[in-house]
C-alpha cells in the first residue's frame, strides 16, 4: 500500500472534509464498495459515512451505482482534479472581472516596500508582460534567468527591450549592452540584483540574497516622478556605457549611431511618453 499518510490535510484544498478525504482516499484503493463496507474500512460510523457520501457526489468525489444495493466508487483523481482546476481558474476570472470594478483609478504615487521573495519576481514579469513601448533594465547575471522568457516574449510583440548585462548573453530580438568586465563587477558583492522599468510608468528593483529566496531589498512604485528618474538613471547607465567601451576603441561611427539610437528614450529633449506621463500626472 502507497503511504498515504497527512494525504487528507491535502485534500482541503479542494474543500473536502477529513471524513470525505478518508472516504476518497479508501474508494481509490478499494473501488467499488457500499457505504456499510466504507464505515467497516475507515472505522467510522455508518450514519456519518453516509452522510457525507451525499456531500462527497455533489463535490464530484464519487459516483454511485445504481441496484439493489447501493455502492459507490471514487471519481477518477485525474477526473477530479481537472475539475477543481478548471472551477478554480473560473473562480479566478469572475473574481477578477469583479475586482476590476471595485478597484480604484487613481494614481498610485506611493513607493511599496516588498518583503516577500516570489511577489517581487512574479510582479516584475507582470510588468513585462504588460510593458507596451519601452522595457529598460540593468540585471546582474545570476537575475536574467529569472526573466529571459518575458524579456524575449516582449520583444517579440514589438516593445523596444534594452538591457545592461554583465556577461555575455544572446537575448533573441533584445538589446543587449554589455559591460565590460561585468564579472569582475559583479563579482565585488554577493547579492543578485536588477532594475526594470516600463513604459516609464512602473519601476521595481530589488536586491536579493543569492540561493536562499530572500529579499535583502525591494520596491516598486507607479510614480511618475520616481519612475522619470529611474528611466533615466538605467537610460543613461546604458548610454554610457557603450559611449565608453565605443571612444576607447576609437569607434566614433559607432558612438553616432548609439546616440542617434537612443535619442528618442530621452524625455525633456524628445517630449516623449515619460515626460507626457510627468505632465499629466502633476499637471505641469
Known amino acids: 500500500m502507497h503511504n498515504l499518510e497527512n494525504i487528507a490535510e491535502k485534500f482541503k484544498i479542494l474543500g473536502f472534509t477529513l471524513l470525505e478525504s478518508d472516504i476518497y482516499c479508501y474508494l481509490l484503493r478499494h473501488g467499488l464498495s457500499t457505504g456499510y463496507s466504507i464505515a467497516k474500512g475507515i472505522n467510522k460510523p455508518a ?43 473560473k473562480g479566478l476570472d469572475d473574481l477578477s472581472d469583479k475586482l476590476k470594478l471595485i478597484e480604484k483609478q487613481e494614481a498610485d504615487e506611493q513607493v511599496y516596500q516588498v518583503d516577500n521573495y516570489a511577489q517581487v519576481i512574479d510582479h516584475t514579469i507582470d510588468l513585462i508582460k504588460s510593458a507596451k513601448k519601452v522595457v529598460l533594465a540593468d ?3 545570476d537575475a536574467i534567468p529569472l526573466f529571459e522568457p518575458a524579456l524575449v516574449e516582449a520583444a517579440n510583440r514589438g516593445v523596444e527591450v534594452r538591457i545592461k548585462a554583465y556577461e555575455e548573453v544572446e537575448l533573441v530580438g533584445v538589446h543587449v549592452t554589455l559591460r565590460r568586465h561585468g564579472l569582475d563587477i559583479h563579482k565585488k558583492t554577493t547579492d543578485v540584483s536588477f532594475t526594470i522599468c516600463i513604459d516609464g510608468n512602473e519601476f521595481s528593483t530589488a536586491m536579493l540574497a ?20 529611474v528611466h533615466n538613471y538605467v537610460l543613461y547607465g546604458q548610454v554610457l556605457t557603450e559611449l565608453k567601451a565605443q571612444l ?10 548609439t546616440l542617434k539610437n537612443t535619442e528618442h528614450l530621452h524625455p525633456l529633449s524628445e517630449e516623449n511618453f515619460v ?10
Open 210 to 229: 543569492p540561493n536562499n529566496l530572500k529579499v535583502i531589498q525591494a520596491f516598486r512604485s507607479q510614480s511618475a516622478l520616481m519612475n522619470s528618474i
Open 248 to 257: 576607447k576603441d576609437n569607434d566614433f561611427e559607432q558612438a553616432k549611431m
Open 47 to 89: 450514519a456519518n459515512v453516509y452522510k457525507a457520501l451525499d456531500t462527497l457526489s455533489q463535490k464530484g468525489g464519487v459516483v454511485a451505482s445504481q441496484g439493489a444495493s447501493k455502492s459507490y466508487n471514487a471519481t477518477h483523481w485525474k477526473e477530479l482534479l481537472n475539475s477543481h482546476q478548471k472551477q478554480f481558474e
Open 139 to 141: 540585471i546582474e547575471p
Open 275 to 284: 515626460f507626457y506621463n510627468l505632465k499629466q500626472r502633476y499637471d505641469i
